[in-house]
């Protein structure tokens, strides 16, 4: 749950930057790629992206910031989207730091399938990182490359709708 100096920073610059949940405005589902979200996964809603949490994350609290409409790659983005993305990606950025009480930040796009992509959407990885979470520091980015390929994605080891509605609930919190 946000403290009062957190609830406050953050419920001060969704209204400054605009970009201020509305679930009224909310969709029966999110396009992410190939994929449809529902909404009892998603976080955040701006008027440009939105936030979920990852169905596979490498850490907890490893979440995804993504623009609305459908770009494969991040030159596909409009200037308005790429700083609404950036904003959105700040703000949930400084709520999963909190929330899972790390004490750094992975952020990560993997833009292109060279480069570790596998859904064919611009999405922005935000991963909470504390000292030691690995022997390796670089070690999250190997992780990266593969948590969303072969067996390691299968649905067997996907979590469950209810434990991502659970999480995504908790982070909404932060946004209202």
Same mark, same amino acid.
């Given at each position: 749950?946000?403290?009062?100096?957190?609830?406050?920073? /953050?419920?001060?610059?969704?209204?400054?930057?605009?970009? #201020?949940?509305?679930?009224?405005?909310?969709?029966?589902?999110?396009?992410?790629?190939?994929?449809?979200?529902? &909404?009892?996964? %998603?976080? /955040?809603?701006?008027?440009?992206?939105?936030?979920?949490?990852? #169905?596979?994350? %490498?850490? &907890?609290?490893?979440?995804? %910031?993504?623009?609305?409409?459908?770009?494969? #790659?991040?030159?596909?983005?409009?200037?308005?989207?790429?700083?609404?993305?950036?904003?959105?990606?700040?703000?949930?950025?400084?709520? %999963?730091?909190?929330?899972?009480?790390?004490?750094?930040?992975?952020?990560s796009i993997q833009d292109g399938p060279e480069a570790g992509q596998t859904v064919k959407h611009v999405h922005v990885h935000i991963l909470p990182r504390r000292a030691g979470d690995f022997s390796r520091n670089d070690s999250v980015y190997d992780e990266l490359e593969r948590h969303d390929k072969g067996k390691e994605d299968a649905p067997s080891k996907w979590r469950?709708?209810?434990?991502?509605?659970?999480?995504?609930?908790?982070?909404?919190?932060?946004?209202?």
């Amino acid at each position: 749950m946000p403290d009062s100096k957190t609830r406050h920073h /953050l419920h001060f610059t969704t209204q400054r930057l605009g970009t #201020r949940p509305r679930p009224s405005t909310w969709i029966m589902s999110f396009r992410f790629g190939q994929h449809l979200i529902k &909404p009892s996964v %998603v976080f /955040l809603k701006t008027e440009l992206s939105f936030a979920l949490v990852n #169905r596979k994350p %490498v850490v &907890p609290g490893h979440v995804l %910031v993504c623009p609305l409409r459908p770009a494969e #790659r991040f030159c596909d983005l409009r200037p308005d989207e790429v700083a609404d993305l950036f904003r959105a990606t700040q703000m949930v950025g400084n709520v %999963v730091e909190k929330h899972f009480c790390g004490t750094s930040l992975t952020i990560s796009i993997q833009d292109g399938p060279e480069a570790g992509q596998t859904v064919k959407h611009v999405h922005v990885h935000i991963l909470p990182r504390r000292a030691g979470d690995f022997s390796r520091n670089d070690s999250v980015y190997d992780e990266l490359e593969r948590h969303d390929k072969g067996k390691e994605d299968a649905p067997s080891k996907w979590r469950s709708e209810e434990d991502m509605a659970a999480e995504a609930a908790s982070l909404k919190k932060y946004f209202q």
